[in-house]
């Protein structure tokens, strides 16, 4: 299972970013939950959002991030991405993003944006947000 994402750099405040997170070495049809994680120096690593495809492909949004951000997943390119609006600096961040297979009647927002929830990761991506 390999993760790999793009589209990260630099923005300025009240700009955008698209995020791309293309999967290969698994079936998309066998992922139950995509999300999109972030981690600030010195922070830890917060959910932002995440589609739960067990529950027809609910998203599932931080409030930092509601109405800012939104999660969309291609299966045809076995691809999710994270488009990205209205930017803080405070969005300013290593971006992340994680899959698991494993189905989990847990839901809701808290559930779904926990780390220890996704089993694969990909290596991170950095989102620089200037003033």
């Known amino acids: 299972v390999q993760l790999v994402e793009s589209g990260g750099g630099l923005a300025q405040a009240g700009g955008s970013l698209r995020l791309s997170c293309t999967g290969s070495g698994f079936s998309f049809d066998d992922v139950n939950s995509f999300a999109w994680f972030r981690q600030a120096p010195g922070k830890a690593r917060e959910g932002t959002s995440s589609?739960?495809?067990?529950?027809?492909?609910?998203?599932y949004y931080d409030d930092s991030v509601r109405g800012r951000f939104a999660i969309s997943a291609d299966e045809a390119k076995s691809t999710v991405y994270l488009e990205m609006n209205t930017l803080k600096p405070d969005d300013t961040a290593v971006y992340f993003c994680?899959?698991?297979?494993?189905?989990?009647?847990?839901?809701?927002?808290?559930?779904?944006?926990?780390?220890?929830?996704?089993?694969?990761w990909g290596q991170g991506v950095q989102v620089t947000v200037s003033s």
């Open positions: 994680a899959i698991t297979f494993t189905v989990n009647i847990t839901v809701g927002r808290e559930a779904m944006l926990q780390p220890e929830r996704y089993h694969h």
């Open positions: 589609i739960n495809f067990h529950e027809g492909g609910r998203r």
